[in-house]
């Protein structure tokens, strides 16, 4: 049974536009939602997270939308970049146990 | 600062083989797992260490074993490879400690092909 739902499996965004990543998960308990970027031939790293007791995390370009109730969260690239086509995984954690739980991967091609 | 350092690279076993896998970090995080990762599959756990002298099972564990070394080292062990073990594998280290979870450093990944 996937813990994580993540869609779209692949994303084709021009430059400049906005890419929206969505995941839905089931288990209330979790609480702490990572979003992580993974380069070809690279393993996946750390790009933003966020934890339930907020709606809304902004970095720079990159930012999470977080809806409790409905067991949902989002990443979103502002004024997206060539720079920025990678394979993107959510993640779902319970802070009780070691396990991250990944979304299955939205592969983002942004043309130049 | 290497982080998390995996071995081999790359590898191409014939069915029924074994080999090891090995991780070392160098951030002297309690926890390490071992993750595959295949198309439209995301990162699927297969083992994971809370910390050193302990090992669990993820989601898909049967095929292979865990070594927690050391604080610094797990490795990853398959006893007889099969084809349907072809994956590019992670392992990953993070601290967890006082009920929160901190990010979560990959290596590198092997990339394995079972023939």
């Known amino acids: 049974q996937q813990q994580v739902k993540q869609s779209p499996q692949s994303l084709i965004v021009q430059k400049g536009g906005i890419s929206i990543i969505n995941c839905a998960y089931e288990?209330?308990?979790?609480?702490?939602f990572p979003w992580y970027q993974q380069f070809p031939g690279k393993g996946p790293a750390l790009l933003i997270a966020i934890r339930p007791d907020v709606s809304e995390k902004k970095e720079g370009r990159f930012t999470i939308s977080f809806n409790k109730s409905a067991k949902q969260f989002s990443l979103h690239i502002m004024d997206s970049q060539p720079g920025d086509s990678a394979t993107y995984f959510c993640?779902?954690?319970?802070?009780?146990?070691?396990?991250?739980?990944f979304g299955s991967g939205t592969k983002l091609n942004v043309k130049p | 600062n290497a982080g998390v350092t995996q071995t081999p690279k790359f590898q191409v076993l014939k069915t029924g083989q074994s080999m090891t896998l090995q991780c070392a970090q160098d951030?002297?995080?309690?926890?390490m797992y071992w993750y595959r990762q295949d198309p439209g599959m995301g990162l699927r756990l297969i083992y994971y260490s809370a910390s050193e002298g302990t090992t669990d099972k993820g989601e898909v564990p049967n095929g292979y074993n865990v070594s927690r070394l050391n604080k610094r080292e797990f490795s990853l062990r398959l006893e007889s490879a099969a084809p349907s073990q072809t994956s590019v594998y992670f392992c990953?280290?993070?601290?967890?400690?006082?009920?929160?979870?901190?990010?979560?450093?990959f290596g590198q990944g092997t990339r394995l092909t079972v023939v």
């Open positions: 288990n209330t308990a979790f609480d702490y």
């Open positions: 993640a779902a954690i319970h802070s009780n146990f070691n396990k991250f739980y």
């Open positions: 990953a280290s993070n601290d967890f400690a006082g009920g929160m979870n901190t990010e979560a450093f």
């Open positions: 951030m002297n995080h309690n926890s």
